[in-house]
C-alpha cells in the first residue's frame, strides 16, 4: 500500500466518514433477549432499502440455550462464544457450540416435582354408619 494513500486515508474526516460506511452495512444485533438471539442486516440494492431481522430460539435436549447467534451480509453465522469461528449454518454453530463446551451441555436428572400442600393432604375418612352409595331399599349390602 502506498504511504501517501495511507495517511490521506487515515485523516479523521476520511477515516470516520469510511467507519460509518461501513458501519452502516455491518450486521448489527437488536438484541440476545427472551426472544432470542436477534440479528439484523441492512443493505441498499437498486434504490430499495433490505432489513432481514433473523432471530434464533435454540433448545439443546429440549432445554433452551442462550447463544448469541448473529448473521453476516454473507450469510455465515457467527457467536460471541466462538469469536473467531463461523460456520454455514446455525446447526453447524450449535455443533461447536456443544464440542467447545460439552460440560455446559450435560444431560442432567430430571427434577422430580415437588407436590404441593395440598395435594399431600388425604382425603377425609368417611363417617361411621354412612351410607356408602348405596341405593336406598338395596337387599345387597358390602
Not at 504511504?3 to 469510511?18: F, H, I, N, V
Not at 432499502?49 to 432445554?63: F, M, N, Q, S
Not at 447463544?67 to 457467527?78: E, F, R, T, W
Amino acid at each position: 500500500m502506498e504511504t501517501r494513500k495511507l495517511e490521506s486515508g487515515a485523516t479523521p474526516r476520511k477515516l470516520g466518514d469510511y467507519l460509518t460506511r461501513t458501519r452502516d452495512k455491518a450486521s448489527t444485533h437488536a438484541g440476545h433477549g427472551a426472544r432470542g438471539a436477534q440479528s439484523v442486516r441492512t443493505d441498499e440494492y437498486n434504490g430499495h432499502a433490505i432489513e432481514i431481522v433473523t432471530t434464533y430460539k435454540i433448545l439443546v435436549d429440549g432445554r433452551k440455550i442462550r447463544a448469541p447467534l448473529g448473521v453476516d451480509a454473507a450469510g455465515k453465522v457467527h457467536c460471541h462464544a466462538l469469536p473467531n469461528y463461523q460456520t454455514a449454518s446455525a446447526v453447524d454453530m450449535v455443533r461447536a457450540l456443544i464440542d467447545g463446551f460439552p460440560e455446559e451441555f450435560e444431560r442432567k436428572p430430571a427434577k422430580r416435582k415437588a407436590r404441593t400442600p395440598a395435594a399431600r393432604k388425604k382425603p377425609p375418612a368417611a363417617k361411621k354408619g354412612a351410607k356408602t352409595g348405596s341405593k336406598k331399599g338395596s337387599k345387597h349390602k358390602h
